[in-house]
């Protein structure tokens, strides 16, 4: 695989156990306990993809990716012991790919460290070559860049984690049919990940309040007491 993961986290024991897990997998791996220590290394030998804690001592993970976008677009992934929407929103608009709340399943780590490795290999292909732009998905007001991972509604910008991008595109390839909890949990968890069904409850809460910001009047993720979801494009 040949891919670096830098680990920035004071709790060393999770440093130690996501590192054995990531190196099992084929990664490097180099690890960190605080913010300064880390910002100096990732600025003279950047990785491949960080993940990094948001409480940490001498720097939060907050500043530290907030200079780290001074001068790089390595895809960041946060861990947070506190399952707080305000600090969703704020890590994915200083520039973080996705947002895990502790205590996490490493499976479910690595799951989502391949879909933005995966994104961003696409983004830089698409960047580098003179091939064709991807076709953007258009349903109604929606509109989907799966390769550059963008998602506008009514023309504004919606910032969504990559497991929120993944459901909602489940939904919207297929206007009208309903998805099942499971269907959506394929589609968004590879690598055999098993998380419990109300999580797509949840996800699909965050969505319909995210759309929500930018219109209030936003109805188009419909429920289906006992079936499921489904987008609706009219």
């Known amino acids: 695989m040949d891919r670096t993961i830098a680990l920035v986290d004071d709790d060393r024991n999770i440093l130690t156990s996501v590192s054995i897990g990531l190196q099992a997998e084929g990664f490097r791996t180099r690890v960190y306990s ?14 491949d993809l960080a993940v990094l804690d948001v409480k940490m001592p001498r720097m939060d993970g907050f500043e530290l990716l ?10 960041v992934i946060f861990l947070t012991s506190k399952d707080d929407e305000a600090d969703e929103e704020l890590g994915l608009s200083l520039g973080a790919d996705d947002y895990i709340a502790k205590p996490f399943s490493q499976r479910l780590l690595l799951a989502r460290i391949h879909a933005v490795l995966r994104r961003q290999s696409l983004d830089n292909h698409l960047g580098s070559s003179d091939e064709p732009e991807t076709e953007i998905m258009v349903r109604g007001r929606l509109e989907m860049d799966s ?28 206007p009208g049919v309903v998805k099942s909890r499971n269907q959506l949990m394929d589609a968004a968890y590879h690598e055999d990940v ?28 419909d429920t289906l007491y006992g079936a499921g979801y489904r987008f609706s494009d009219v």
């Open 34 to 47: 605080d913010g300064e220590t880390a910002l100096r290394a990732l600025r003279d030998d950047p990785p």
């Open 147 to 174: 390769a550059r991972h963008r998602v506008r509604w009514n023309a504004a910008d919606v910032v969504l984690t990559v497991t929120e991008f993944m459901i909602l595109e489940a939904l919207a390839q297929r």
């Open 194 to 221: 098993f998380v419990d069904d109300r999580t797509i409850d949840s996800h699909i809460k965050r969505l319909r309040k995210k759309f929500r910001k930018v219109d209030p009047e936003f109805d188009a993720i």
């Open 66 to 75: 907030r200079r780290l976008r001074d001068y790089s677009n390595v895809p």
